[in-house]
């Protein structure tokens, strides 16, 4: 749900398998007139009639009710979504902002929705889990290590430097996992490294950006099956940041809806939590330029 509460339909779920038949920003596409003329292959198997239940950010669950379809622009491109009675205690962005705020999650049905917690830097729990998570980033950027092919990188991105220099974690969240008593963490951590200056060139940095999951029981070894690490040399880094939209369960499997938005592009993504890796079951464009 946009906090100008427009709904942007993104994926569907018909007990076998995700999918997605509503427009995404870079479809043509004629935009309906009213819900009776959406095409009935957008909805799936979840009829308009459906009743939708917002899962906000902040308060609880609440009835919303779909109006009619709306053309709204995200990034350079404009979408179809869905015009709902929802009103946001908030105030509106600018026409200009790109990433529009996302106020929560909307579902059809009684699909019961659990909040995705965001660890703060004062609470125990985080404390508790830094050294793990330092842990799976060097992982990460030893696999990144190995794999990137840019010329000259590894005279700084190595793992002597790695060892000295510290990674800063920024992010952690977490849900209850499928075991009871245990938890799945995701995490976003930043390490800088400094560059060389070579002949003819000015001093430089290097970002390394490694996001990724702790899994109950599984080692710092598993990171890399579960994360992911993008660099970029000075001002010119633009990784994927996660917005927790909501956590859920269908059939004993938990599943995480987010949103990755980085500079000039947003996309919508339902994650499956496994025993053992996280895999993106579904993902879908949400705008770009």
């Known amino acids: 749900m946009r906090r100008d509460g427009v709904m ?40 308009a009639g459906t009743g939708w239940t917002l899962y906000p950010s902040a308060g609880g669950p609440r009835p919303v ?4 379809p709306h053309l709204f622009s995200t990034h350079c491109v404009a979408n179809v979504g869905l015009r709902t ?13 790109h990433h529009h705020p996302k106020d929560g999650l909307v579902v059809a049905g009684d699909l019961q929705i659990e909040p995705i917690e965001a660890l703060r830097t004062d609470m125990p ?9 330092t842990q799976h980033v060097d992982v990460i950027e030893a696999k990144a290590e190995n ?35 245990t938890f799945v963490h995701y995490f976003e951590a930043v390490r800088r490294y400094a560059v060389p200056k070579r002949r003819g060139q000015t001093a430089s940095d290097f970002t390394a950006f490694s996001v990724g999951f702790v899994l109950p029981g599984r ?9 992911r690490c993008s660099g970029a040399f000075g001002d010119q880094a633009n990784p994927e940041y996660l917005l927790p939209l909501g956590a859920f369960r269908v059939d004993g499997a938990l599943y995480w809806a987010v949103q990755w ?23 879908v464009a949400g705008g770009g330029c």
């Open 125 to 133: 729990a985080w404390d508790a889990l830094l050294d793990q998570v």
């Open 65 to 68: 009710r779909i109006t009619a």
């Open 8 to 47: 942007v339909p993104f994926a569907q779920y018909d007990g076998r398998r995700w999918q997605n038949k509503w427009p995404t920003p870079f479809t043509r596409t004629d935009v309906p007139i009213s819900l009776s003329s959406v095409p009935k292959d957008w909805w799936g198997k979840v009829p």
């Open 219 to 227: 080692p710092p070894s598993s990171a890399p099956d579960s994360g």
């Open 261 to 283: 938005s980085a500079r000039g592009r947003e996309r919508y993504a339902v994650l499956g939590i496994g025993q053992k890796k996280v895999t993106e079951v579904i993902g």
């Open 147 to 181: 794999e990137w092919a840019w010329q000259g990188t590894k005279d700084f991105f190595n793992r002597k430097n790695r060892a000295a220099t510290p990674a800063s974690v920024e992010v952690i969240c977490r849900t209850p996992g499928i075991t009871p008593g």
């Open 85 to 97: 009675d929802y009103r946001s205690s908030q105030a509106l962005p600018l026409p200009f902002v």
